[in-house]
């Protein structure tokens, strides 16, 4: 077990090495989608005490690789809420990715129309294929497709990680009924919360806690070693698998109410830095 030491105030604290898991979005991220300079510091600062910190988010890897590049980590990163598991911009033995069987949203596209659905995108590590009926503001996506992103049965050749789908909020209910009759042997479907009515469906029973659990397991840090912040749905099983799980002030109710604390501030307020600043001791 590594133990580290730090001095603050003249005192000597020893806490053993952490694993730190930080969601993305109403997270580590601000409301403009962008990294706080304190955070940063803060970030840096456990790195270089001798903890890991590894972001654990539903953002496919596509646009999250950039945010891993500005903190300058180094750790594995998991996407698509704990499908994926890689090391960005190089080749790794351990790297994992789930999928499930095409055919799901081979279906959803013949059905399309019935289930009012405006969009499906289909994504893995290296994989972005979509199809759009009617215009839809979700972000995350392209405005234009490009004629190779455009999903069918000819272009998507490999079983995707994650499928994204934009529906008619008045039809949610029914392509969620739907989903379950059909495929709940093999995907799992999650509303987003906000004010986007989409659908993402991935793996069954693949969550972020399987990515924590994973590089917890590559980093031999116990699970009572583990702190994990998080804010929305997709943060449950990892909020209640972390030894520490933590909501930040902007959550939901139902991750405050599972988390073992709350951030004092949000995440426009250096929330997730303030917190683990003092949890972890480090210099002001």
């Known amino acids: 077990m590594i133990r580290l030491k730090y001095t603050k105030n003249c005192e000597v604290f020893s ?77 790794w033995a351990d790297e994992y990715q789930y999928t499930f069987n095409k055919e799901v949203a081979f279906d959803l596209l013949n059905h399309r129309e019935e289930l009012g659905i405006n969009m499906i995108a289909a994504e893995g590590k290296n994989l972005f294929l979509a199809v759009r009926d009617q215009p839809v503001e979700v972000g995350f996506f392209p405005s234009v497709l490009q004629a190779n992103q455009i999903l069918n049965q000819k272009t998507l050749q490999e079983n995707p990680t994650s499928l994204t789908v934009a529906v008619d909020r008045s039809h949610q209910e029914h392509l969620l009924s739907y ?39 590559h980093y031999h840090i116990a699970r009572k070693d583990i702190i994990a912040f998080g804010d929305e749905h997709n943060d449950t099983a990892m909020i209640d698998y972390a ?14 109410a599972l988390a073992n604390d709350i951030t004092p501030l949000d995440n426009d307020h250096d929330g997730l830095a303030t917190y683990l600043q003092d949890y972890l001791k480090l210099a002001e």
């Open 243 to 256: 030894g520490w799980g933590v909501a930040m002030q902007n959550a939901t109710p139902a991750i405050k």
């Open 15 to 91: 806490l053993e090495r952490k694993l730190i898991a930080i969601d993305l979005d109403g997270t580590t991220l601000n409301a403009a989608a962008e990294i706080a300079p304190r955070t940063k510091a803060v970030l840096k600062e456990a790195r270089a005490a001798g903890h890991i910190v590894s972001i654990v988010t539903g953002r496919p890897n596509r646009i999250s690789a950039n945010i891993y590049d500005e903190l300058g980590l180094d750790s594995p990163m998991i996407n698509f809420n704990g499908s994926l598991g890689y090391l960005p911009h190089q080749d």
């Open 179 to 217: 989903l379950q009759h059909n495929f709940a042997d093999e995907i799992d479907a999650a509303p987003w919360g906000g004010p986007n009515s989409v659908v993402e469906l991935g793996v069954k029973e693949v969550q972020k806690a399987t990515g924590v659990e994973f590089l917890a397991n």
